[in-house]
């Protein structure tokens, strides 16, 4: 048996040897072209390959980072869309507080009850102005009046006045067709009272004008109060 191991081993490692062709030399010739590897064909290619391999990790980082924007972009997002739902929300409680006792806490109740208040506003403001008008140029006119009056004052008042501008101006409409020239109007306004003191120039007797101008301002009271029960009983 010992002596079939030992010429069955001799002959494998015959035929081994027969078989594998070892090189020379693990070396070559500096003039003969390197071997083609990973990454590298030839050498005039080895600035090609690394802007290759610069590309590929350059696609590989924006592949892996990509989610993560687009995660920080959504949440960006939702802050400030928060942020605008809170400015909104405080536009429209700042709103909310200037219009009248009775109105919804909704949005479209509070921008309907806003639009009329505006509106009725901006009527009451025209009004204000073509009144206002009206006074200037009746002061306008008295005061182009070259003649020399007595100078005087007057007092005149009502109680529980309806409208103390259209009160004032009908005084003032009076005046002038009494012949007499405002100088001075001092005014004061309230639930209670309207009183005017006001400075004349005449040639009739002061207290002929105060007598003309009370009656006067009475007269429009009485008429603006049948004018608004009139209305309600409507």
Same mark, same amino acid.
């Given at each position: 048996m010992e002596?079939?191991f ?9 035929t081994?040897n027969?078989?594998? /062709?070892v ?5 070559v ?5 390197p071997n083609e ?11 090609m390959n690394?802007?290759?391999m610069?590309?590929r990790m ?15 972009k /959504?949440?960006k997002?939702?802050i400030k869309e928060?942020?605008?739902r ?5 536009s429209?409680l700042n ?6 006792m ?6 479209n109740?509070? /921008?309907q ?11 009451y ?9 009206e006074?200037?140029?009746?002061l ?7 003649e020399?009056?007595?100078k005087a004052?007057?007092?005149?008042k009502?109680?529980y006045?309806?409208c103390?501008v259209d ?5 003032l409409k009076c005046l ?6 405002a ?6 306004f309230?639930h ?7 400075e004349?120039e005449t ?6 004008i105060e007598?003309?101008?009370q009656?006067t301002?009475s007269? /429009? ?6 004018s608004?029960?009139?209305y309600?009983?409507i």
């Amino acid at each position: 048996m010992e002596e079939f191991f030992q010429v069955s081993w001799f002959c494998d490692d015959e035929t081994n040897n027969n078989n594998f /062709v070892v090189n020379k030399s693990a070396f070559v010739s500096f003039g003969s072209k390197p071997n083609e590897g990973f990454g590298v064909s030839s050498y005039g290619n080895v600035s090609m390959n690394r802007q290759n391999m610069n590309k590929r990790m350059i696609e590989f980082l924006k592949k892996n980072w990509s989610p993560k924007n687009g995660q920080e972009k /959504v949440h960006k997002h939702m802050i400030k869309e928060r942020i605008r739902r809170e400015k909104q929300k405080q536009s429209y409680l700042n709103l909310y507080k200037l219009l009248p006792m009775g109105t919804k806490n909704e949005k479209n109740a509070i /921008v309907q009850t806003a639009t009329r208040r505006i509106e009725e506003l901006q009527k009451y403001k025209e009004n204000l102005k073509k009144r206002n008008d009206e006074i200037q140029l009746i002061l306008a006119q008295s005061n182009q009046e070259e003649e020399e009056f007595e100078k005087a004052k007057i007092k005149a008042k009502v109680g529980y006045p309806i409208c103390g501008v259209d009160s004032m101006l009908e005084v003032l409409k009076c005046l002038r067709n009494c012949g007499t020239k405002a100088t001075s109007i001092q005014s004061s306004f309230s639930h209670q009272e309207f009183s005017t003191l006001i400075e004349i120039e005449t040639k009739s007797g002061a207290a002929e004008i105060e007598k003309a101008v009370q009656n006067t301002l009475s007269e /429009v009271e009485r008429n603006l109060y049948s004018s608004r029960n009139f209305y309600k009983s409507i």
